[in-house]
């Protein structure tokens, strides 16, 4: 693990980015909770949807509050969605392996970034079916930014390539499919590109594609989905950028290496 706080152990630093972790994906649950009904992310604080009590700060601790509260709102005893907890810990557990995988570093935060905009919208695509524009539009021109700046991993350049082959890719498969490819997912994959650059880009594109035939042909035999039946790609899209983060090199690497290129 290559840390550069050396004065600061490490079980410290992976620690404090865990429960950074646990605190930013509270407020994710609110941005997946409001942005698809264009409220504001700020305003007013949050509430039970049932009861509308506003929630006290000692139930709001991530993952924990859940627990003691055994699920369910103190006021009004309704159940309470398992993706609050869900979307908390696996926040978590991101931040973690970034910072176990990258260190600690701008460029480890600059990808947190990404990571929590991947997180909003493939639990938002899930449950909507839409990419909100509110958060891919601003992250390509943040990203494009911070490329410039030296702050992401790759320089500008390989961002502006990634930006147009992530985006080309999908755009000519929308065409192709007369529709059968979303804008929004133009736009994830743009934003993905930005971030991670051309070669990484291609990975995420080929992960998303495999794993979503896979998960497609599981539902077709097992819950009887027909071929027609709309899927999410977002979440394959941000699985396999999450794959690309972590993975990308070694996978890249010895892709060259048996290809001879």
Known sequence: MNVTAASVHPLFILSASFVLGLMLGSFLNVCICRLPEHKSIVTPASAC???????????????????????????????????????ELTTGLLFLGLTYKLGLSVQTLMQALLVCAL???????????????????????????LAVLSLLPVNWLQSLLGLFVGGGILYAAAVLSSGGMGGGDIKLIALIGVFLGWQKVLLTIFAGVLLGSVVG?????????????????????AVGALISIFWGGKIINWYISISGL
């Open 49 to 87: 949807p049932n009861c509308k009590k506003p929630i006290a700060f000692y139930d709001n601790i991530p993952v924990l509050s859940y627990l003691i509260l055994n699920g369910h709102c103190r006021y009004c005893s309704e159940p309470i969605s398992w993706q609050y907890p869900a979307v």
């Open 217 to 237: 042909v599981a539902l077709i035999v097992l819950r009887g989905k027909g071929r027609k039946d709309k899927i999410p790609f977002g979440p394959f899209l």
């Open 119 to 145: 997180v909003v919208l493939s639990v938002i695509d899930l449950q909507h079916q839409i990419i909100p524009d509110k958060i891919t539009l601003p992250g390509i021109v943040l990203g494009l930014g």
